[in-house]
């Protein structure tokens, strides 16, 4: 396979993901895909065009997509009229996943704490039942918490 081949191999597995994992289009799956393993600075409106073979509209409707959810942003050339685009700035994406993450993780403490708190008040022989696995899946939850805090810090200290 030959490096082409591979790329748009590995766009087609990217997008697929980023379709999945971010409920993205599959065209603007496909052009950030593009731009995230593109070795040029940034692609203008015609080099996506050009790379995705769709029309005017549709890849006008994913780049603004991209660029409303700030996974993309643009930038220009002195001297030049057209756009260039990016993907966002360097760890900012990860940030928004690590807090995204970190914000369900926040909220699925909070749902079986108060759970477990109702049942500790109106049920406890099932809190009884149930508390060595809640204790065991809070524990689990916590340290994920503090590894995703961790992260977080780290990528915006570079």
Do not use: W
Not at 66 to 79: A, D, P
Not at 116 to 132: I, S
């Amino acid at each position: 396979m030959d490096k082409e081949e591979e790329k748009r191999a590995l766009i087609e597995e990217m997008g697929i993901h980023f379709e999945s994992e971010y409920s993205l289009p599959p065209l603007a799956a496909r052009i950030f895909a593009n731009l995230v393993i593109t070795e040029e600075t940034g692609l203008t409106f015609d080099d996506c065009k050009v790379k995705r073979g769709a029309s005017k509209s549709s890849i006008s409707t994913a780049l603004n997509l991209l660029l409303q959810i700030g996974f993309i942003n643009y930038f220009t050339k002195s001297g030049d009229r057209k756009r260039y685009f990016k993907i966002a700035v360097k760890g900012s994406f990860f940030i928004k996943k690590l807090n995204k993450e970190l914000n369900k993780l926040e909220k699925e403490t909070f749902i079986v704490n108060k759970v477990q708190d109702y049942f500790k008040k109106h049920n406890p022989e099932r809190y009884n039942e149930d508390e060595e696995m809640k204790n065991i899946y809070l524990t689990c939850l916590k340290n994920n918490k503090e590894v995703f805090k961790d992260s977080i810090n780290k990528l915006k200290k570079i």
